[in-house]
């Protein structure tokens, strides 16, 4: 495996993805991972990843010399290619100017990593600092009108710095100069595959769980739906999944769930659904306030799942469907440490009789889970399935939750999601779903007057949900969307669509 020391840069995540992506398997970890146990690692390459910092400021994050010399290929990425020159007896600056954002580039001839590329092209720059002297023993190997060294080799060393992200898509050939290092420099046999993955995981389960028992909450999302599609079949009948439908679902939800992981579906599993709709409804009747709505929403699903677990009796192994960026969020993997707020399992070990977790996607990132999805014959529809909250359209109803609205919003929701898919949109957008407002107004259909309910639209693109900005639809989608929620949803008489970005409003409603 190849590994990628993180030193707090943003786009850290994607240098991993993108190594995934030539078939090469890879881990992060913070620049705080000792030498030795780097070394035990044996990894065949090391990126080290940008980073905030200025290389030679007394207490920004480093890296001991002999990280270079221990034989293994280094590419250092921005922060990570001035730390390398800088600490190989080069020279760092802060010039008058940075420079951000698409830039042209040259590159020489004999750069090992644009091999085979156009030597003139576009890259992706995003640095204060920059590189005024290459170490001794390197060669530079590009630059732009702004940083006369963009890149250096030492290539008998197999040391590789480049102050540009390759990780970033603008960057032209980016993944291609990637795969340059990890496949011929580093000598990767890019084996790395969802479908050898999957085989591999099957055998680990197998030896883990032996002849114990596994209990699992399955949601319905992505991440459970896969793990259950994995466990199932690693271990069939020895899996035991609880799906709690708690009436807050998108239209057809649960049935949907319940044909593809239930009795007459394809996986081998004991599939217990409670139908929980009523027990919500009664609980949310009455309340309007936004976070008391999540906490019964939450607190119920405990209840609920608690005395399934009882009915079940001890198990050996709770799985869980955790994927890596929620591993690398939590502080545990690399260095930029956001931790989630949103969780909807949070506390179910303390409930449940289990003596360990099992956590079979702990190591994938998002597009690989569906991958191996796929690869595990689960339906597109739910492996391509958008966000989906643990709430669910309890927080997309504003105000009291009630049997009525959510068969509302529910319809609302599914036309506009078929109008959506009809335009060909369903998997451009980042997420997109309708919404009841807790407003009535006065219209006029037929002859008569009405007094109905608003429905809310929104969609909106991001990168990493903590920021967000509302997607141009086509005007004509959103009429023919307005129209149809109109004329086909009993109680709506007024449809808006949400322009406000995150920050400042949130992308759910509540
Ligand atoms: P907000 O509304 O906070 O949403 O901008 C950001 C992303 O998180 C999802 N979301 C949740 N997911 N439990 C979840 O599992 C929750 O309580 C929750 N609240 C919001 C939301 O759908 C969006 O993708």
């Known amino acids: 495996k190849v590994i990628v020391i993180d030193f707090g840069g ?6 991993a993805r993108r190594v995934r992506e030539c078939n090469v398997y890879c881990e992060i970890y913070s620049y705080r991972t000792g030498i030795e146990e780097i070394k035990a690692m044996a990894p065949k390459g090391i990126i080290l990843t940008g980073g905030p910092n200025s290389c030679y400021e007394e207490d920004s994050p ?8 221990l034989g293994i290929p280094v590419l250092g990425l921005c922060y990570g290619a001035q730390l390398m020159m800088h600490v190989l007896g080069g020279k760092v600056i802060t010039p008058e100017v940075g420079e951000y954002g698409k830039t042209e580039i040259n590159f020489t001839d004999n750069s090992v990593l644009q091999k085979d590329l156009p030597k003139k092209s576009i890259c992706w720059m995003s640095h204060f600092d920059r590189i005024a002297e290459a170490a001794p023993g390197f060669e530079v190997t590009a630059s732009t009108a702004d940083c006369p060294i963009a890149a250096a080799q030492n290539v008998s060393k197999n040391l590789y710095a480049i ?3 390759p990780e970033v898509l603008h960057t032209e050939n980016g993944t291609k100069m990637i795969y340059n290092f990890v496949r011929e420099v580093c000598g990767c046999a ?4 969802m479908d050898s993955f999957v085989k591999e995981s099957i055998e680990e389960i197998r030896n883990k769980v032996g002849d114990g028992k596994v209990l699992l909450a399955l949601s319905g999302g992505v991440d459970s739906s896969v793990a259950a599609g994995l466990l199932s079949r690693a271990i069939g009948k020895q899996l035991t999944c609880v799906f709690v439908d708690h009436g807050l679902l998108r239209k057809d939800e649960g049935d949907e769930v319940e044909n593809v992981f239930g009795p007459n579906g394809q996986f081998d599993l004991n599939f217990i659904r409670v139908n929980a709709q009523q027990r919500y409804y009664d609980k949310l009747a009455g309340v309007t306030e936004p976070e008391q709505k999540r906490k019964i929403i939450g607190e119920e699903f405990i209840r609920v799942f608690e005395e399934e677990a009882k009915k079940i009796g001890a198990v050996d192994f709770l799985a869980q469907g955790t994927i890596y960026p929620d591993v690398v969020e939590s502080g545990l993997g690399g260095e ?3 931790i989630k707020s949103h969780h909807n399992v949070g506390g179910l070990p303390d409930f ?3 003596k360990e977790i099992i956590e079979p996607l702990r190591n994938l990132f998002k597009d690989e889970v569906r991958k191996a999805g796929l690869e595990l014959g689960i339906p597109e529809n739910l492996v391509f399935r958008q966000p989906f909250p643990g709430p669910g359209l309890g927080i997309r109803i504003i105000g009291e939750v009630t049997a009525e609205k959510v068969k509302i919003v529910q319809e609302a929701d599914a036309i506009y999601r078929e109008e959506i898919a009809n335009a060909g949109l369903d998997r451009s957008i980042g997420q997109y779903f309708a919404a009841l407002t807790n407003m009535r107004s006065v219209g006029v259909m037929g002859d008569e007057r009405t007094y109905d309910y608003a429905v809310a639209l929104r969609a909106v693109n991001t990168v990493d949900f903590m920021t967000a900005d509302s997607a141009e639809i086509p005007y004509d989608v959103l009429q023919k969307v307005m129209s149809r929620i109109i004329n086909e949803v009993k109680g709506v008489n007024r449809v808006f669509y949400d322009l406000t970005s995150k920050p400042p409003g949130t992308i759910e409603f509540e």
């Open 62 to 69: 480093t890296y001991s010399k002999e990280l270079f010399e």
């Open 163 to 165: 102050q540009f992200h």
């Open 10 to 15: 943003q786009y850290n995540q994607l240098v």
């Open 336 to 338: 930029s440490a956001v």
């Open 352 to 354: 449940v009789d289990f």
């Open 190 to 193: 890019g084996t790395w595959r």
